[in-house]
């Protein structure tokens, strides 16, 4: 039973323009999200993250909304840039830190 | 300050043999958790520690093992392995109850 989704397996984005990632979940005891970034040989990187009492939150570049009566979730890079291409991995939370993940969107940014 | 750590790299090992798996969490954080990430895949959670007690489980089977040590630091056994334990293990500290986990770069284990 996949809880958290994100059906698409690629995006690929110009430089400057916006990336969008999306991600599903099913749980709705789900109550804080999370979005990670993945580079190959390493472990994921802490993007920015959600708690369900918001709808928005931003960081920088990076800004996460989430529609919790669809449940849905969305990145948001503006502007996108080469060193933004990596894995992309959704995650979410009810209990204390055990974190459910999606299966990533591998984002590659071109010139 | 120094991230969360992991060793060893990598480990290559065959069927049945017993690996165990070293993690040292980001400084200033007590609680770990262990993730394996299968090729193609996300992290499934293993299982977290907290005060030196496994204080959750995801669903794997009992010949995963932990121990967390008094320095927060933690150790992931697995025993019998099988061929399809080849994956990325990743350790993730985090404090307390904060919902923030930090990943370590992970050990990829291959078994043959």
């Known amino acids: 039973d996949q809880q958290v989704k994100q059906n698409s397996p690629s995006l690929s984005v110009q430089e400057g323009r916006i990336s969008i990632l999306n991600c599903d979940y099913t749980?709705?005891?789900?109550?804080?999200f999370l979005w990670y970034k993945k580079y190959p040989a390493e472990g994921p990187t802490f993007l920015i993250s959600i708690s369900s009492i918001k709808d928005k939150n931003e960081d920088g570049r990076f800004t996460v909304f989430l529609n919790k009566s669809a449940k849905h979730l969305s990145l948001h890079i503006v502007p996108s840039q080469p060193g933004d291409s990596a894995v992309y991995f959704c995650?979410?939370?009810?209990?204390?830190?055990?974190?459910?993940f999606g299966t990533g969107t591998r984002l590659q940014v071109t010139l | 300050d120094a991230g969360v750590t992991q060793s060893p790299t990598h480990l290559i090992k065959t069927r049945g043999q017993q690996v165990t798996l070293r993690c040292s969490p980001k400084s200033g954080h007590d609680t770990v958790s262990w993730y394996q990430q299968a090729l193609g895949q996300g992290p499934q959670f293993i299982f977290q520690?907290?005060?030196?007690?496994?204080?959750q489980r995801g669903n794997f089977p009992d010949r995963f093992s932990g121990h967390q040590f008094p320095n927060y630091s933690s150790e992931l056994n697995v025993n019998a392995l099988l061929l399809g334990d080849s994956a990325l293990y990743l350790c993730?500290?985090?404090?307390?109850?904060?919902?923030?986990?930090?990943f370590g770069p992970g050990t990829r284990l291959l078994v043959l």
């Open positions: 520690y907290y005060e030196e007690e496994e204080r």
């Open positions: 993730a500290s985090s404090s307390g109850l904060k919902e923030t986990q930090y």
């Open positions: 995650a979410a939370s009810y209990t204390a830190s055990k974190l459910t």
């Open positions: 749980n709705s005891m789900f109550d804080y």
